[in-house]
């Protein structure tokens, strides 16, 4: 599996100072195995590339699909069922940048786990690790919530929670996380339709979009400044969390 995404991400600010903003992005869906189109590789430099060092555990020293696997294991999951896909921006030429990727546990197709890897721009990352009880399949009905632990804007405390909604089926996929600290807090979102990763699609998104994950990060401080211009708070940077992963959320909330 190797697809290209082609998706659109929101975020809106919740609380008293309001602020929004939408914008494409390029992400791929891999399983790590898939014969690769030729601007995109694997632990080599390319137009496109995919790391192993920079998912899966620490952040500059990860260990890929393997480090998935075994916190998947320590949990008791079905791994002999299982299809293990990352969701995440390739790197663009030599810069690796991203505010979140995804690892998906897939069984018959369907999201059973997955993991939020979660980084910031002060060079820190946690990991969320969420499933339904008995790793049944998880529905956009369902809304997994999961304890904030680390700093990731100077505009937002390292307090309250996260809540999870995610649909994924075989014509696209659709994230919504939803950061909630009493009556402040932010919405985001990540859409697209899924589909297959081309030496043209990939070549593409190059020139419609160029520097892939360092206009990104370009973006998050332009949104920064206007923040910073609209007097939000601005909150020192504390220490990350000592551990890399957080244990699967606190409760389970369904809505259907």
């Not at 990540?190 to 998104?205: H, K």
């Amino acid at each position: 599996m190797l697809e290209h995404i082609q998706a659109q991400t929101s975020h809106a600010r919740r609380g008293s100072l309001k602020n929004a903003f939408r914008y494409g992005v390029d992400f791929v869906l891999t399983d790590l195995t898939a014969p690769l189109p030729w601007p995109i590789s694997r632990n080599r430099f390319n137009l496109w590339s995919l790391w192993d060092r920079h998912h899966g555990g620490p952040r500059g020293n990860g260990q890929g699909v393997e480090w998935f696997r075994e916190e998947l294991s320590k949990r008791g999951f079905p791994l002999d069922r299982a299809q293990l896909v990352l969701l995440t921006q390739p790197s663009f030429l030599w810069f690796h940048f991203n505010p979140v990727s995804f690892w998906i546990a897939l069984i018959d197709g369907e999201p059973c786990a997955f993991v939020a890897e979660v980084n910031n721009t002060f060079g820190h990352r946690h990991c969320y690790f969420c499933a339904n009880d008995n790793f049944s399949p998880i529905r956009e009905s369902d809304m997994l919530i999961a304890e904030k632990i680390m700093h990731v804007s100077p505009f937002q405390k390292v307090q309250g929670d996260y809540r999870f909604q995610f649909k994924f089926t075989n014509r696209s996929i659709k994230i919504r996380i939803a950061y909630k600290n009493g009556d402040e807090g932010v919405i985001a979102t990540f859409s697209g339709a899924r589909g297959r990763a081309t030496s043209t699609s990939l070549m593409w998104a190059a020139v419609r979009r160029p520097a892939g994950a360092l206009r990104v990060l370009a973006l998050i401080h332009w949104q920064a400044a206007i923040l910073f211009l609209k007097r939000a708070p601005f909150m020192k940077t504390p220490a990350p969390p000592d551990s890399i992963l957080s244990e699967t959320p606190v409760y389970r909330e369904n809505r259907s």
